[in-house]
């Protein structure tokens, strides 16, 4: 039983288009799927137990912003097996992202998506995180904003709910972000958002420029966050538009990424790698290499609701063998 209706309705959305399966999953009411995820149930651990930020957690696989946006899918993550899962980015105020929106599968296992950060704001993410969690599964709010004071603004309403903050500098299609991908720009970040109890993570774009990482490196660390999430989408166009790739071909970059912080970060510094980590061989690497945890998102579109729990469940026979 453990993940049928989840598999049945996988199998529905599957037959659509991302795009129009991503506005049904957005527009079904929240008390539904709890109820579809509840009677699915939470598959058995698989095998890559851990810690992250100071809390246990049953797998180091977790599913990353940008699935849900509201915080409706929470106990849907839970029923897919994912060790924590992200929510957001959510902004400062209700946003209806950018136009044309774009949301494709590619035949490599990545996607493309052009939905330029839609948000309902802060209030029904803090009214839905403030009620009845999943057990065993830890919940972090990615944030975002058009301005540092907004970052500052979002940050407090939302602090109260996570269990950590992903500060989200990193957005490839929306135009007012990219300056915000300058270290030197972010750093206007700091003096609106200082943590406050909770840890807080730094989420950048893919890069494999060694100067502009140490600058995000730098950044984290005069801010007191915890750790970086590295990265996210890779910027490219799409019929005249700003557009990010997800997928395996990110995963060369996402590697070099995690290893060249984690020489130069200090211990006890959190790093997470979210970026082509399709299955358990690249999860494991991905964490070998020096990363505390993975996220994924791509794997979900392609393979399924079960990946997180898939991706962890390969990783740990890898591990075994």
Known sequence: ???????????????????????????????????????????????????????????????????????????????????????????????????????????????????????????????????????????????????????????????????????????????????????????????HLRPRGKPVLLKIPPTLDERRLEGYLDLARSCGFSGIVAGNTLRVRVDGYNAGLGGPRLFPVTLRMVRLLRSWSPRGFTIIAVGGISDGARALEALEAGANAVEVLSAVIHRGPMAPWLIAREASSLLRR
């Open 1 to 191: 039983m453990v993940g049928a209706l989840l598999g049945l309705g996988w199998r529905i959305l599957h037959s659509m288009s991302p795009m129009r399966a991503w506005r049904i999953l957005h527009s079904t009411p929240a008390w539904l799927l709890d109820a579809i995820a509840r009677a699915s149930g939470r598959p058995p651990p698989p095998g890559l137990d851990g810690e992250i930020l100071g809390r246990r957690v049953e797998s180091l696989v977790g599913i990353a912003a940008g699935l849900d946006k509201d915080a409706r899918l929470l106990w849907v993550a839970w029923a897919m097996g994912a060790g924590f899962h992200v929510v957001g980015s959510v902004l400062p105020e209700p946003y209806e992202g950018v136009e044309p929106k774009i949301l494709v599968r590619l035949p490599d296992g990545g996607t493309l998506n052009r939905l330029g950060l839609p948000s309902p704001g802060p209030g029904p993410v803090v009214e839905r995180l403030s009620g009845e969690r999943p057990p065993g599964m830890p919940v972090a709010v990615n944030v975002a904003a058009f301005t540092p004071e907004g970052y500052g603004r979002v940050y407090r309403a939302v602090e109260p709910v996570a269990d950590w903050v992903e500060v989200n500098i990193s957005c490839p299609n929306v135009e007012a972000h990219r300056s915000f991908e300058d270290p030197e720009v972010a750093s206007a970040i700091c003096d």
